[in-house]
């Protein structure tokens, strides 16, 4: 039913018993409880306008009139306000399309987020698994570097190990003379060859001053053999030897052995030695070096004159002299 005061639809309410109107309870002024108890009272019960006694029949109807008009006027209203709200309804229904398409896009954002952060992910696992081999990449590069130090240590040891031996086995030689060109027969006294050269370049050797003679195949000619002299005194081999010197050219003619066929008297160099004294030649001759000799089994060489003298013991000594 309506209630006449409201225009409300309503379930339940009280009816006037003068005027016949139904009201729901806020309207009547009464509650439902408090109704319920008025019992035979429900009879003659009037709404608050029949209760003033003031309302005639001619009224009633002019009110009804009145009320049926205001009530046309107020569906007018309400239907103008509906229509209204209705022709706004395209747009909230484009709004809720368009709010449907984002929230769309939302769910596809975050898939593809989630995707993107299973990717990152799997980058970070690779990222770590990257660090961990460059790591033990460091490891290995710093043991090989332990590795080469030490390789280093051992040629560096190994390089003074073959100094000190070489310089041993000359030293070994120490006493030694080696004489060059000298046509030896299988039946000729080695002695008797040392004993001319002596008389010859005045510095003569007895037999008690010497250790040993021995002949010597050259290196590549086996035709052709160095005398080796190995003397009880150094100095008498540096006398020896300085002798030879001063003579300048001594010949096979002047041992009486005939031809002209020069004879070198030289210390006793080792087989190293000698490959360091023909490599210190050639570059004093490249470099214009003006001297190049060995005295004690030590080679030096001199630019000039007033330069400074170098020693020469091993290759190195090269390659900062040259």
């Known amino acids: 039913m309506l209630c006449h005061r409201c225009h409300a639809e309503c ?18 002024g009464i509650t439902e409880a408090g109704y319920k108890k008025l019992g035979d009272r429900k009879a003659t019960w009037k709404c608050g306008g029949c209760k003033a006694g003031a309302i005639s029949p001619i009224q009633i109807k002019s009110n009804q009139s009145k ?19 209705m ?13 449907q ?3 769309e896009d939302l769910k596809t954002m975050k898939n593809e987020m989630s995707d993107f952060k299973e990717s990152l992910n ?10 961990s081999r460059v790591a033990e990449l460091d490891q290995e590069m710093q043991s090989l570097k332990n590795t080469r130090d030490d390789i280093s240590r051992l040629e560096r040891r190994m390089e003074k190990f073959e100094i000190n031996m070489r310089e041993m086995e000359q030293r070994s030689r120490s006493n030694n003379i080696e004489i060059k060109g000298v046509p030896v027969a299988a039946s000729q006294n080695l ?11 005045n510095c003569e050797i007895s037999m008690s001053q010497i250790n040993y003679i021995a002949s010597v195949p050259q290196r590549g000619n086996k035709s052709n ?16 030897i300085s002798a030879a010197k001063r003579f300048k050219i001594l010949t096979t003619k002047d ?14 160099l080792t087989l190293e030695n000698k490959q360091l004294l023909n490599k210190a030649k050639t570059l004093a001759k490249e470099k214009k070096f003006s001297y190049t000799w060995v005295k004690n089994c030590t080679i030096f060489v001199r630019k000039n004159i007033t330069s400074p003298t170098f020693a020469i013991k091993t290759e190195k000594d090269l390659k900062k002299i040259f």
């Open 11 to 28: 379930g339940d309410g009280v009816q006037c018993t003068s005027c016949r109107n139904y009201y729901d309870y806020p309207c009547a």
């Open 67 to 85: 009320t049926s008009t205001v009530d046309m006027e107020t569906i007018h209203q309400e239907l103008k306000k509906l229509t209204k709200q």
């Open 87 to 99: 022709s706004s309804l395209p747009q909230l229904v484009a709004t809720v399309k368009t709010i």
């Open 101 to 103: 398409s984002d929230l």
């Open 122 to 131: 799997h980058v970070h696992v690779s990222i770590d698994d990257l660090v």
């Open 191 to 201: 002695y008797s060859i040392i004993s001319k050269i002596g008389i010859v370049i």
């Open 225 to 240: 053999k160095n005398i080796i002299i190995s003397l009880h005194n150094r100095y008498l081999r540096d006398e020896f």
């Open 255 to 268: 041992l009486g052995l005939g031809g002209d066929g020069k004879i070198f008297i030289n210390d006793h």
